[in-house]
């Protein structure tokens, strides 16, 4: 949704990435990301990915029936107190009760249940890392000043706690909030916001209980990871910064990759009237998935950071990868977004630092080059 806001209220959706935790025995071990990056994540984890659905969705009915329970008669009593006039008012605490319920539901059944995102040693140690990838980065500067100073401000929360702490009251855009959950809290997101000059990344009920489901807390680390700074990276985006910055990366994948995004109608408009000018339809259609595709490469470039500062093994990096962009499997692109598998397959499994740091060879992917910020580089 980064391109839609037009409001302080900057509201993007995230595919979220969360932990699937998958044993390296049940994959072919011929299948690495190297050699064939959706083969491995993808379809290797196919029946686990299933299972694993099967359990999670059963958690969060039980999470979800408990939860409405308990928020009836507290739903009951603030109607008796807010006239029915304040429809906004009442829309806002009906959410915050059903989120507090869920919260307080899911508690009881998952130890360490929020641990995960709000310990700040864990939010710290990506802000860091977030630093690492910025300074390493071709960006000049001033740019990468500006960039760790908005980092450094963001705050990164549960759902619930936000809607606690801010008052929304009248504020239409609420509703969109309210959606970006789920009415009950439970849909499996994380999304980067900006209220009153606050930057936030906040993170779903619904996206940490399917993140609590794995085993180690390192496991539940590398699995947030890609998700945080993806979400991190939206704050220091194009529509924050302005194309410019982002100019040899996004020109890079407009000459590249265009033909693996999808139209919105206003592209095909606009591809319409130019039809004498392609490039420019390519550079409007990759310029619609700039968001996300900024976001995406700012969490790549913060794994990489990740797996050098803790020198994990390539297997180990190849099981991190797995974990944390297997969400994304099957994803389609609806003009924002784009595919899971240009996200796994090209633009993660290409990026130069990943390919790199796995020693992945050249001819294991197809001949278009890689697009990082700095422009076009060889695989
Ligand atoms: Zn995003």
Known sequence: MSFKHK?????????????ISFSAAAADSRDSVCSNPLQRICNDTLAQRKERDVYVSKLKNEIAQEAGINAAPRIDQMRKKIRPYRFIKRFLETTKIRNQEIMS???????????????????????????????????????????????QTI??????????????????????LGNACGSDGLIDNAFATTLKGERYVLICPGFLITLNQAASASDRFNSILQAISHEMGHHIDNSKVGNELYAPYLSCL?????????????????????????????VQVALSHAGELIADQWGIRTTVVHVS?????????????????????????????????????????????????LSCLSTET??????TFAGESAM
């Not at 409001?7 to 932990?19: D, E, G, I, P, S």
């Not at 709000?118 to 500006?146: C, G, H, R, W």
């Not at 197809?366 to 697009?371: E, G, L, R, T, V």
Request: with cysteine; glycine share 6%; net charge neutral.
């Open 7 to 19: 409001n302080v209220l900057a509201v993007c959706t995230l595919a979220t990435l969360a932990t």
């Open 105 to 151: 539901s899911a508690k009881k059944r998952i130890s360490g249940f929020e641990e995960v995102v709000t310990n700040p040693e864990n939010v710290n140690k990506i802000k860091n890392y977030m630093y690492q990838a910025i300074d390493t980065s071709t960006f000049d500067l001033t740019t990468k000043e500006k960039f760790k100073n908005v980092i």
């Open 155 to 176: 705050v990164v929360g549960n759902f619930s706690d936000f809607l606690e702490k801010s008052d929304l009251e009248n504020n239409v855009l609420a509703q969109m």
């Open 254 to 282: 407009a000459k590249n990759y265009s033909d693996r995004f999808t139209k919105t109608k206003e592209d095909e408009k606009f591809c319409k009237a130019n039809a004498k000018d392609p490039v420019k339809c390519n």
């Open 309 to 357: 500062s803790e020198a994990l093994s390539s297997a180990d990096t190849d099981q991190m990868l797995t974990d944390s962009w297997a969400k994304l499997c099957g994803t389609g692109d609806e003009g924002i977004h784009p595919t899971g598998d240009f996200r796994i397959g090209s633009l993660m499994r290409k990026n130069p630092g990943i390919s790199g740091y």
């Open 366 to 371: 197809d001949a278009k080059p890689a697009c």
